[in-house]
């Protein structure tokens, strides 16, 4: 009998290494030998499995894109009143800080999505799915009264996300220039304002502090 293709699990294996790598040298630093030693291969064994290190971490961006969404999707879906989904986004949203790996891998390959179109369209996919979110929750809070918003739902979470991106890009600096809970401290401000609601939690369960995706 044939024995199993193993191709799955190295890949899977080498996904890893390479996002370790990012994390650890930075993405316009990183070499195909750079992944190459950290698996323990060759960088022609590497090319094995993936033809070029574009393609590598281009499976690297999808996989971070699509736990970074999940995370916040689960964050929202877990409460049941638009203002409760409002507030779970926008806490699950920013980064930790430095040290926050999940957003600071995000923040490395948008590096690539200057120039490369593939990631570009990975990382439009990124702000869009959370555009999406964030546009669900607002409309839910119209159609029941909790929110009676300044501007069209879209519009507003354009803005929402787009904040997050900005504070996101300070607060993971080698020096970061604010700390989480101002930034999200701002984005409340601007949500309250938006949506006529203050957005105060009531206590219980339901309305905990919500920990970002790699808390």
Do not use: W
Not at 132 to 149: D, K, N, P, S
Request: glycine share 8%; with cysteine; aromatic share 6%.
């Amino acid at each position: 009998m044939a024995r199993p293709s193993k191709a799955a699990e190295r890949r899977t294996e080498l996904i890893e290494v390479a996002r370790q790598a990012v994390l650890e040298r930075g993405v316009l630093n990183l070499r195909l030998r750079d992944v190459a030693e950290g698996a323990g291969l060759s960088p022609g064994s590497v090319l094995y499995y993936f033809p070029t290190l574009t393609d590598l971490l281009q499976e690297v961006q999808r996989e971070a894109v699509a736990r970074f969404c999940s995370a916040r999707e689960q964050a929202a879906g877990a409460k049941t009143t638009p203002s409760a989904r409002l507030l779970a986004m926008i806490r699950s949203g920013l980064p930790t800080g430095p040290d926050d790996e999940l957003c600071v891998l995000l923040y490395e390959l948008g590096t690539i999505a200057r120039r490369d179109p593939v990631y570009a369209a990975r990382h439009i996919t990124l702000y869009e799915q959370q555009v999406r979110i964030y546009t669900g929750i607002l409309e839910a809070g119209a159609a029941t009264g909790e929110f009676t918003l300044a501007a069209d739902a879209v519009s507003i979470a354009r803005n929402l996300v787009a904040l997050e991106d900005g504070y996101g890009l300070h607060l993971t600096q080698a020096v970061p220039t604010l700390e989480t809970a101002t930034a999200e401290a701002m984005l409340l401000s601007y949500a309250r304002t938006v949506t006529s609601n203050p957005l105060a939690p009531v206590g219980g369960a339901e309305d905990a502090p919500e920990k970002g995706p790699n808390a």
